[in-house]
């Protein structure tokens, strides 16, 4: 899930201790959230991701959470994947990456791919300029 519009003293270390302490009636225990990591948007609004079970899920997104002086909304987090080149953060109507086979990572579309399970590659792996011993 991501949670919007965090404050600037609130990090992923204690996020977990400030949603128990100012959201009682969440009813929250320790371990029920795991703050991941943060990202700004281009607004230079601070957002943090957090991992969640099903349970506390339903709990925050119906709620809105009050953080330091904030009230803060939460959401899903979805990863968008650009179908055309197969990268993230971006859609295909946006993309000017050359096209890629999400399977074998070949420069084709999946329909056209022939390629046997033996042979697929994750195409952020093959694609990084990581050493091959990483791959």
């Known amino acids: 899930m991501v949670i919007y519009s965090v404050p600037q003293e609130i990090n992923v270390e204690n996020l977990e201790e400030t949603i128990m302490t100012q959201n009682p009636e969440l009813g929250l225990i320790q371990g029920d959230i795991e703050a991941k990591f943060t990202y700004r948007t281009k607004r230079e609004w601070v957002n943090m991701v957090i991992e969640v079970c099903s349970g506390t899920r339903k709990k925050l997104l119906h709620t809105k959470l009050k953080l330091g ?44 791919c022939t390629a046997l399970a033996a042979h697929y590659k994750c195409i952020v792996c093959h694609t990084n300029d990581t050493p091959k011993e990483n791959k």
């Not at 987090?77 to 096209?99: I, P, S, T, W």
């Not at 086979?101 to 070949?106: F, H, I, T």
């Not at 420069?107 to 056209?112: S, V």
Request: net charge positive; proline share 2%.
């Open 69 to 112: 002086w904030l009230i803060c909304s939460t959401d899903d987090y979805l990863v968008a994947r650009c179908f055309k080149c197969c990268r993230f953060n971006h859609r295909h109507q946006d993309c000017r990456g050359q096209e890629m086979c999400p399977l074998c990572a070949g420069d084709h579309k999946l329909k056209e």
